[in-house]
């Protein structure tokens, strides 16, 4: 071993060294004492010690760093020979959009059948509820793909609009007696609107400013919904809201029951498969209006605001009604799936629209990369899906959840899906190009 590479291997363990203690000091208090009630006291509150979880914890962000000093966290130099043959290049990536997505949709259309040939009808209720949220993270991940990935505003109060999609829908079903068909439309053009009023006051910032007004704007629909207590139920939420029916046929026992008309026995899991087709009607409209848009004159605006809003400038383009339209969309979309999550649950209240939603749904457009439509499937499969099936172990989830972030942000810090298509190119046969070439977009 060299002089140079000693003194690397020493400063590594040393860096190393000093988080292992860093996260000794923050575990042995998160992870090292648990609360718990002791059955030898009288029910009084005891503290049960677990220093075997503390020293994996420790283990892990030691190694861990440890290999990324040595093996990651490096001086670039140039790579030649043998090396940069090996080295995926952009284009080799470029049909995985084309291929990935057929498979996906096939999969998704015949998932329920699946499901009830290996489980059972009781047995797959609870992986069709799975695929039903984690297809709702989709619809919204595409949504705010529009905001973020393409037009390159960052929004971090994107969880508003999917609270207003929700709330219109249920208010205009308590009030008027309206059906979830008629307040669908009503609910995306509501969230829309409100996207407008959030996006015409803040178009002169960018950035972190932007970011800031955006994480407002979502606090303040919540604690609005939260104290106006006369209209939305405040805490206590909004109960009884109706269910979808199908061409009017409800989802009951009964002659005039979907099981009767059809000749079916009654099950339950009739009414869960139906919504898991809605939501993945939904988010292939979302997906279908959002790739479609993109190739027009709008969805290019969006991407030269994303590049460089100085030269979008000087080019005609009025960025006032480009950024107008971007906001308006990806709140519409939200709205929509605000309204299925409504009528899905029965029950709403503003505990379900924390800023903790907009973090996950900003996560997911971001690991999945930005501006990419098949990154955003795969992210949302792995934290929603993934996550859902781990939830027994809830004390490491948000430890776990920041792993995988930091290790997708180290390794892939263009996203899981780091090449991007043109919308528009002068031979008419777009390639990939690498992500690196594209901005992140903040607004």
């Not at 000093?69 to 080799?92: D, R, Y």
């Not at 059906?179 to 609107?193: K, R």
Request: hydrophobic content about 55%; overall charge neutral.
């Amino acid at each position: 071993m060299s002089a140079q590479s000693e003194s690397r291997f020493v400063s590594a363990v040393k860096d190393s060294a000093a988080g292992g203690l860093i996260a000794l000091a923050l575990f042995s208090l998160m992870l090292g004492m648990k609360a718990e009630v002791a059955s030898g006291m009288g029910g009084q509150l005891g503290i049960e010690y677990r220093w075997g979880a503390v020293a994996i914890a420790v283990g892990v962000v030691f190694f861990g760093r440890l290999i990324l000093n040595l093996f990651v966290w490096k001086a670039e130099t140039p790579v030649t020979g043998i090396a940069a043959g090996l080295m995926p290049k952009a284009s080799s990536f470029s049909g995985l959009g084309k291929f990935a997505m057929p498979v996906f949709l096939v999969l998704a259309v015949v998932l329920p059948f699946l499901l009830m040939s290996y489980y059972g009808a009781s047995g797959s209720r609870r992986y069709l509820d799975l695929a039903i949220l984690v297809t709702t993270y989709v619809m919204l991940g595409w949504g705010l793909n529009i905001v973020v990935g393409l037009a390159g505003l960052l929004d971090l109060g994107y969880v508003a609009f999917y609270a207003v999609g929700a709330y219109s829908y249920a208010l205009l079903a308590h009030y008027f007696g309206l059906s979830f068909w008629i307040c669908l439309p009503l609910a995306g053009i509501l969230a829309a609107l409100w996207g407008i009023m959030l996006g015409f006051p803040v178009l002169r910032l960018r950035g972190d400013y932007l970011a800031i007004v955006t994480l407002a704007f979502g606090e303040i629909i919540r604690v609005v919904l939260l104290n106006w207590y006369d209209f939305t139920g405040g805490p206590d939420g909004i109960s009884g809201i109706p269910r979808p029916s199908f061409f009017g046929l409800e989802f009951e026992r009964g002659e005039d029951g979907f099981a009767a008309f059809f000749g079916l026995d009654y099950s339950s899991v009739h009414r869960i498969i139906f919504l898991y087709y809605l939501i993945l009607a939904l988010a292939l409209v979302t997906n279908f209006v959002t790739m479609r848009l993109r190739k027009l004159p709008v969805g290019r605006a969006w991407e030269a605001l994303r590049e460089d809003e100085i030269a979008c400038r000087s080019l005609g383009i009025n960025t006032t009604n480009t950024k107008l339209t971007a906001f308006a969309l990806g709140a519409m979309f939200g709205g929509f799936a605000g309204s299925f999550f409504a009528t899905r649950q029965g029950f709403i209240s503003p505990e379900s629209f924390t800023f903790m939603e907009s973090a996950v749904i900003l996560a997911i457009v971001v690991l999945g990369g930005l501006g990419s439509q098949i990154g955003v499937v795969i992210a949302a499969v792995v934290m929603i899906g993934g996550f859902e099936l781990i939830r027994e172990f809830a004390e490491y989830r948000m430890l776990v959840f920041g792993l995988l972030m930091v290790g997708i942000m180290v390794w892939k810090p263009r996203g899981l899906i780091s090449t991007r298509t043109p919308s528009i190119s002068l031979s008419g046969k777009a390639k990939g190009i690498s992500a690196d070439l594209v901005q992140e977009g903040h607004g």
